[in-house]
């Protein structure tokens, strides 16, 4: 008899599919198929099933399945089993044929078995299946119109029930046909549509969820909207409604199967999700128009229009005029194509994820692509003449010099006083002269996303407990290292978060400040006035800190200041470029601070990476074999099952494979031997040697920790940090 478990993961299997494409193609159609048949024959135990559709005037033949209990051993009748199959996935029979006609044509279930009245009709069909049939089950697929059949014959002899379906096994095939029928009318019928209101009630259904049609049925919490505000509601898709304990939150959501959203409104909010109820789309807009008036007054030709339309509108509007602007094109804020565009470029790149925005002119286009989970990948492509327009109007939100177009130029953008929406983020942006125009990154700056704490970052327990112990020392120098992009600002912004007490002075020098942190004393770079890492740190010294954060050590001058204010009584953090940690001291060295210097103010250095995590949703575990295998034995001396990601992805990491970063660490912790070594002015290599005597874990062999642990995979390892040649 079919379990309720089963019944429930078909359900589920379904309704992703349905909820997460808005508009399902035909290509979906036979995996649907597929799915949707093994299920039946899972749960039912049929000996025999055959999916039908309706195509114009004929009944196809989609999936034909046939058990190996109806032919044992005997290879010749199953050929002519397999020959049968192939020969009906070819057929097509007039509409009203037989049975399967007739349940189409009256929209009603057949139900057969030997002792019932309809025998005869049984044992005729004997002669077209080859095998003698005791029992039959056929329901219409069914929305608003008839689109086909699912028919199945016998249950299997190890079901013990004499090859009989029952009625519990009508009525599981009558809901499996209702799951998949509206699927398959939205692949095979573009017109087809299910209303806002329906498709609640629809998923409400399936997951077992409370339905909320009017908003009188709930109790909503007006302070819980306001601290969770407008941008996390509006890109989560998520309304919470009320607290349920100081870390809960019963929430309104109209796709509550979308756990990459839950997840995120969960790190967002720092509140867990224990209580879903459904919520229709339209509803779902109606409170947000209630409680966030002021983020929806504006109209549909500014902030509800998205990128795809604007890029659109411009595209035929260059196309047709040659692309000249028009001085006003740049400065109305409710018009102009150019303002929504730019405008909905960094809300479309906010709500995606995305880290880094890049405006990327070509030879005959304009591309412009986001960089998400540290991969870029390309979002629009709009005429070449659009370059200067954009670049201007991005040029004209951050105060550059829109008539310099030869030299780069540097800028901060806050965006919330150029849009109506409540999203509260900066972006850093940087100009560059290329070949065919001006190219723009902008780096996004979430202001609702505060530091995380450290053992958030990846951090190993072993290396979590040794910088712990590091950032409690009351003097010495502490040192980042690592590529543009690999989290080095964020860990340091979490270890002073961590320190930061009322009873300690924490200074920073920044450039530029990417995070306000609270009763820490933060100073912005402004090299053109003067004001750079080297005068900020003299003036620094003169004003009583016990912390100093300086976001980068770049030449001779704020190397040695650095080092002296580690030397007298203050812990110094900062950052620098190079490939690991070892590779810092002779980086320091190059800059002209004495290596007894270096080794008598070096508290510790940790070169970082950020590695792609493998989505825990569609993950797959294998055991590794050959180069792998030794691979990973040779660096963390362990062998057994890791995770690989699933080449089709799935909507939780929108087919990607992968979901979010997680960061590996190579912390070298000054030591005796170190010390000696430094002093010596050994290699880089025997540097190396001495930190993994002294119990450092490299790079790679935190990479290959992490894919132990089931975080990412050996591709994505070897991808950013290569084996060591010293193991």
Not at 269 to 284: D, G, K, P, Q, Y
Not at 299 to 315: C, F, L, N, P
Not at 442 to 454: A, F, G, V
């Amino acid at each position: 008899m079919a379990t309720p478990n089963i019944a429930n993961a078909l359900r589920r299997s379904l309704l992703i599919k349905v909820i997460s494409k808005p508009a399902p193609s035909r290509e979906d159609l036979d995996s649907v198929i597929e799915l949707t048949a093994s299920k039946v024959v899972e749960a039912l135990q049929a000996q025999s099933m055959t999916f039908y559709l309706v195509e114009g005037n004929d009944i196809t033949f989609k999936h034909v399945y046939y058990s190996p209990t109806l032919w044992g051993r005997d290879k010749a009748r199953e050929k002519q089993f397999q020959e049968t199959r192939d020969k009906l996935l070819t057929l097509k029979l007039p509409l009203g044929t037989g049975n399967v006609g007739k349940v189409i044509q009256t929209g009603e279930p057949l139900f057969f078995t030997k002792d019932g009245p309809d025998a005869a009709n049984l044992m005729s069909m004997a002669k077209s299946t080859g095998f003698e049939v005791s029992s039959m089950l056929t329901v219409p697929l069914k929305t608003n119109i008839v689109i086909g059949a699912i028919q199945v014959l016998n249950k299997e002899p190890a079901a013990g029930t004499d090859g009989a379906f029952t009625d519990t096994d009508l009525k599981l095939l009558q809901e499996v046909a209702e799951y998949s029928s509206t699927l398959i009318q939205r692949m095979v019928d573009p017109k087809f549509q299910l209303d806002a209101d329906d498709t609640a009630r629809f998923i409400s259904k399936l997951t077992d969820l409370p339905l909320v049609t009017n908003e009188d049925e709930i109790e909503i919490d007006d302070k819980l909207i306001e601290v969770t505000g407008d941008a996390i509601i509006r890109r989560e898709g998520i309304f919470p409604h009320k607290q349920l304990s100081p870390n809960s939150v019963a929430v309104l959501m109209t796709n509550p199967l979308d756990y990459a959203k839950r997840e995120s409104f969960s790190q967002a909010t720092e509140m867990n999700i224990e209580e879903v109820r459904v919520i229709s789309a339209t509803l779902f807009e109606k409170l947000l128009k209630k409680f966030f008036k002021e983020s929806k007054a504006q109209t549909a030709t500014s902030d509800d229009v998205d990128i795809g339309s604007v890029a659109e509108v411009i595209s035929s509007a260059y196309d047709e005029t040659g692309g000249e602007v028009k001085a006003e094109d740049l400065e109305s804020e409710d018009s102009a194509p150019i303002i929504q565009l730019t405008n909905r470029i960094i809300e479309d790149a906010y709500v995606s994820g995305a880290s880094d925005i890049h405006i990327e002119p070509q030879e005959k286009e304009l591309m412009v692509r986001y960089r998400i989970d540290g991969l870029c990948q390309e979002k629009l492509r709009l005429p070449k003449q659009v370059t200067n327009a954009l670049v201007t109007r991005l040029k004209i939100m951050c105060n550059l010099d829109i008539a310099e177009r030869r030299l780069p130029q540097d800028g901060r953008i806050v965006f919330k006083k150029f849009t109506k929406k409540n999203i509260d983020i900066d972006l850093r942006v940087a100009t560059g002269p290329m070949k065919d125009g001006e190219k723009v990154v902008m780096r996004i700056l979430d202001k609702q996303k505060s530091t995380l704490p450290l053992p958030a970052l990846g951090f190993s327990d072993e290396n979590l407990a040794k910088y712990r112990a590091c950032i409690q020392q009351p003097y010495g120098m502490i040192l980042h290292c690592g590529p543009t992009g690999s989290g080095k600002s964020m860990t340091l912004y979490s270890a002073l978060g961590e320190i930061n007490t009322p009873d300690i002075n924490i200074q920073t020098a920044e450039d530029p400040i990417e995070y306000t942190l609270q009763g820490i004393n933060q100073m912005q770079m402004n090299r053109q006035i003067g004001l750079t890492f080297a005068r900020a740190l003299r003036c620094y010294l003169r004003m009583d800190p016990d912390v100093i954060l300086v976001g980068e050590i770049r030449d001779e001058e704020t190397a040695q200041i650095a080092v002296e204010a580690a030397l007298t009584g203050h812990l110094l953090v900062s950052t620098l470029h190079t490939n690991d940690a070892p590779s810092t001291i002779n980086r320091i060295g190059e800059m002209g601070v004495e290596p007894f210097n270096i080794s008598a103010s070096l508290v510790c250095v940790c070169a970082q990476r950020l590695l792609r995590r493998v989505c825990k949703n569609c993950k797959q575990p294998y055991e590794p074999e050959g180069r792998e295998k030794a691979i990973i034995e040779k660096a963390i001396g362990w062998s057994g099952q890791i995770f690989k990601a699933n080449p089709q992805g799935c909507p939780m990491c929108n087919g990607t494979g992968y979901k979010g970063r997680v960061g590996i660490h190579e912390l070298m912790t000054n030591s005796e031997e170190l010390t000696e070594g430094i002093n010596k002015e050994v290699e880089v290599a025997e540097l190396k040697r001495i930190a993994m005597r002294t119990g450092m874990k490299t790079l790679h062999q935190d990479s290959i920790l992490k894919v132990k642990m089931g975080l990412t995979t050996v591709e994505e390892a070897l991808a950013n940090v290569p084996p060591d040649l010293i193991l």
